[in-house]
T-cell receptor, first 114, second 113 residues
Framework: SQTIHQWPATLVQPVGSPLSLECTVE??????LYWYRQAAGRGLQLLFY??????ISSEVPQNLSASRPQDRQFILSSKKLLLSDSGFYLC?????????????FGSGTRLTVV | GDSVTQMEGPVTLSEEAFLTINCTYT??????LFWYVQYPGEGLQLLLK?????DKGSNKGFEATYRKETTSFHLEKGSVQVSDSAVYFC????????????FGKGTLLTVNP
């Protein structure tokens, strides 16, 4: 069966420090991968998605970047965190080429920038 | 572009009350529709889905019917429990948008004993 792992679960970082959040998927090949952010009390914002290794699409201009060094690995990064980067970050995957099954989400990383 | 509009919360109900959370959508193609649930401090879980008009998705006593004529996918449950307290998100996946999932803003449901 397919599983998605996301870590760390919580993170407290000072302003100006770097960030690296990792997401891996098991039990499937060539998944579509996504990073979402959920700010406190607000809905979900799609940050990045990837349909293959090295292929990253950015949905909104921001202080963050994403990379996909391997087929089932998706990394969210920042060189210098801002207070506004605080939020709940969710990784998700879906089967390539079809939208009938929706996305499967990881358990999320709660990032607090202080 | 695609969009999902769901009723603003929060919604507060007593146990065993009837629940409706309204959801309407706009899409460029023929989308699949979903309801996700997020329990406190957790990620999102797929609650139910429907992939074509008049399909009814159901799970854990929740139901939603894909109404193409009214572009709606309202979530219902006949008798809510305290354990149903969570945030509920309506979403669509549109082939015209490369199957990216578009979410509504979420509705916080609190069920009191």
């Amino acid at each position: 069966s397919q599983t998605i792992h996301q870590w760390p679960a919580t993170l407290v970082q000072p302003v100006g420090s770097p960030l690296s959040l990792e997401c891996t998927v098991e039990g499937t090949s060539n998944p579509n991968l996504y990073w979402y952010r959920q700010a406190a009390g607000r809905g979900l914002q799609l940050l990045f998605y990837s349909v293959g290794i090295g292929q990253i699409s950015s949905e909104v201009p921001q202080n963050l970047s994403a990379s996909r060094p391997q087929d089932r690995q998706f990394i969210l990064s920042s060189k210098k965190l801002l207070l506004s980067d605080s939020g709940f970050y969710l990784c998700a995957w879906s089967s390539a080429g079809t939208g009938n099954y929706g996305y499967t989400f990881g358990s999320g990383t709660r990032l607090t920038v202080v | 572009g695609d969009s999902v509009t769901q009723m603003e919360g929060p919604v507060t109900l007593s146990e065993e009350a009837f629940l409706t959370i309204n959801c309407t959508y706009t899409a460029t193609g023929y989308p699949s529709l979903f309801w996700y649930v997020q329990y406190p401090g957790e990620g999102l879980q797929l609650l139910l889905k429907a992939t074509k008009a008049d399909d009814k998705g159901s799970n854990k006593g929740f139901e939603a019917t894909y109404r193409k004529e009214t572009t709606s996918f309202h979530l219902e449950k006949g008798s809510v429990q305290v354990s149903d307290s969570a945030v509920y998100f309506c979403a669509l996946s549109d082939p015209g948008s490369n199957y990216k999932l578009t979410f509504g803003k979420g509705t916080l449901l609190t069920v009191n004993p």
